[in-house]
């Protein structure tokens, strides 16, 4: 028997994309991303990870016209995604290199008839080694998503990894950042789902 409403949400299917972490296999920064996802797959979201090797791309350069075939698949998923999940490692109080060019390439889709980031929530989360760093690291992240039109979820994520480590299952050793990061998954697929009705 269906419950009420659930016809209509497996109608809607909601697209959500996570770009992030490091270079580092299994980086605290990619774990706290894959909880994320999670829990928008819980809120019944399609869910994709771009992370380490697929976001080693050539420094974006909008006077050129050619990408990668790397940048091309990452854009393409940005572009069919109803929301976003953005997570960076706090380097030096800021965003890592690797996810700020990442989010470069988002100027590819300002022709579209959804321009850059617009209409889609985006959750963000920083890690970083201290409060100094993950605080501003995600407000970066934020300043960011507001330029390129998006709209950053109500909840975002700090996480300090001196206090939070992630195991091999991929569980967070604070259960309160666990929860955390699987409501910012969540918070994506709402409000995607109700811009789609």
Known sequence: MVAPGEEENEAMAINVVGIGGSLRERSQSEQ??????????????????????????????????????????????????????????????????????????????????????????????AVSFGWQAAVTTLNQLRTTVHALRGWPTPLGGAVNSIETKFDEAGSASDEKVEQTLRAIGEQVVDFARGRLR
Do not use: M, Q
């Open 32 to 125: 706290a991303l894959r909880i994320a996802l999670a829990g928008a797959a819980d809120a019944g979201a399609d869910t994709t990870a771009i992370t380490g090797d697929s976001l080693v791309l050539p420094f974006y350069d909008i006077a050129i016209a050619e990408r990668s075939a790397k940048a091309g698949e990452l854009v393409a998923a940005i572009r069919e995604a109803d929301g976003l999940i953005v997570v960076s490692p706090g380097y030096h109080g800021g965003l890592s290199g690797l996810v700020k060019n990442a989010l470069d390439y988002v100027e590819d889709l300002h022709h579209d008839e959804r321009p850059y980031l617009e209409g889609r929530a985006v959750g963000t989360i």
